[in-house]
């Protein structure tokens, strides 16, 4: 069974920067995609963002306004959410995720894509 750890919340100014990171214990998924979904207060979870296991594609979400950036470290078993810009509404806890890979022409945008989560991170934007 993989598990996941995030790292990186907490409290930052209006139009600060937070680097999110996401590690994924050994287990037995080959072949995977990891990346990030944040729930709003009040409102649905919501797809930021996801990259394949070599990090040679990545997937966001509709919403996403560029300031977002999914990234896969070097080994595979970690993913990064750079985040600038950010404002109060980004406020929300944020969960990595991990998919088996199902093909490119797959959907990776909503929750039930998403065998495996992280605990979550809260990151809260306020002055």
């Known amino acids: 069974q993989v598990h996941l750890v995030e790292s990186g919340g907490g409290l930052v100014e209006p139009g600060g920067s937070l680097r999110l990171s996401c590690a994924a214990s050994?287990?037995?998924?080959?072949?995977?995609?990891m990346g990030w979904f944040r729930q709003i207060p009040g409102k649905e979870r919501q797809f930021i963002g996801a990259?394949?296991?070599?990090?040679?594609?990545?997937f966001y979400g509709n919403f996403l306004p560029g300031r977002f950036t999914v990234s896969r470290g070097t080994g595979r078993s970690s993913v990064y959410l750079q985040m600038n810009g950010l404002e109060p509404e980004d406020t929300a806890i944020y969960y990595c995720?991990?998919?088996?890979?199902?093909?490119?022409?797959?959907?990776?945008?909503?929750?039930?894509?998403?065998?495996?989560w992280g605990q979550g991170t809260q990151v809260t934007v306020s002055s």
């Open positions: 050994e287990g037995d998924i080959a072949n995977y995609v």
């Open positions: 990259s394949t296991w070599s990090g040679g594609r990545t």
């Open positions: 995720v991990l998919a088996r890979f199902k093909g490119y022409d797959a959907d990776y945008d909503q929750p039930a894509d998403y065998e495996v």
